[in-house]
């Protein structure tokens, strides 16, 4: 009878680890695909152009396009004018 219940008990011990486990990588993987599209629609979010330009001069400073996780090379690269912003366009450029 000891045997039986401890058997059983190891038996639903066993059966509650492995649905747990299941359970949780479960959760976890649709929780990490939730961050991977959260995070990539934040990303998409703060490179839109009208969000950067904070003081809607119409053009983004360098300032404003560092918010946007644009580096100062990739910056430059982007002011083909030389100007030291970036108008829509040079910023669609990107
Ligand atoms: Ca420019």
């Known amino acids: ?10 038996k639903f011990t066993h059966f509650f ?6 359970y949780i990588m479960n959760r976890l993987n ?10 990539s629609s934040a990303a998409f979010a ?3 152009f009208d969000e950067l330009d904070i003081d809607g001069s119409g053009a983004l400073s360098q300032q404003e ?3 946007g996780g644009i580096t100062s090379a ?6 083909t ?9 040079e910023f669609d450029n990107a």
């Open 1 to 10: 009878m000891t045997k039986d219940n401890k058997d059983g008990d190891t």
């Open 17 to 22: 680890d492995s649905t747990l486990k299941d």
């Open 30 to 39: 649709k929780t990490l695909a939730l961050i991977a599209l959260a995070s």
């Open 46 to 48: 703060a490179v839109d």
């Open 65 to 67: 396009a560092s918010m």
């Open 74 to 79: 990739t910056f430059a690269e982007l002011d």
């Open 81 to 89: 004018d030389g100007n030291g912003e970036l108008s829509k366009q």
